[in-house]
């Protein structure tokens, strides 16, 4: 037995989740033949605020597989940092 109640509270919780998966982005970073590890890495830990293992896997994940998504989120939060990483000399998009 449903209520006019209940329907609406399951109506507002999808209502939410579409919403919520349509702002999420990731921050793209994509391999080069110029930078380092070290200077990937250190750069993750600076501006994406990764701690050093992480930033570790991702680096060699952008290595081996040519591209890795180091952040998901809002388009507003991961323009800085994709201006940061880019502004280090790596390649990255908000994809």
Same mark, same amino acid.
């Given at each position: 037995?449903? &209520?006019?109640?209940?329907? %609406?509270?399951? @109506?507002?919780?999808?209502?939410?989740?579409?919403?919520? !998966?349509?702002?999420?982005? $990731?921050?793209?970073?994509?391999?080069?033949? +110029?930078?380092? +590890? $070290?200077?990937?890495?250190?750069?993750?830990?600076?501006?994406?605020?990764? $701690? #050093?293992?992480? %930033?570790?896997?991702?680096? +060699?994940? #952008?290595?081996?597989?040519?591209?890795? !998504?180091?952040?998901?989120?809002?388009? @507003?939060?991961?323009?800085?940092?994709?201006?940061? #990483? &880019? $502004?280090?000399?790596?390649? %990255?998009?908000?994809?």
């Amino acid at each position: 037995m449903s &209520t006019d109640f209940d329907i %609406a509270i399951e @109506e507002e919780v999808k209502t939410g989740e579409d919403i919520g !998966s349509e702002s999420l982005r $990731d921050l793209m970073v994509y391999n080069d033949d +110029f930078n380092t +590890f $070290d200077h990937v890495i250190n750069t993750l830990v600076k501006v994406c605020k990764h $701690d #050093i293992h992480q %930033a570790e896997q991702c680096t +060699f994940l #952008i290595h081996y597989k040519g591209k890795c !998504s180091v952040k998901k989120g809002a388009y @507003e939060e991961l323009k800085p940092m994709r201006e940061g #990483i &880019t $502004d280090a000399g790596i390649k %990255a998009s908000i994809v």
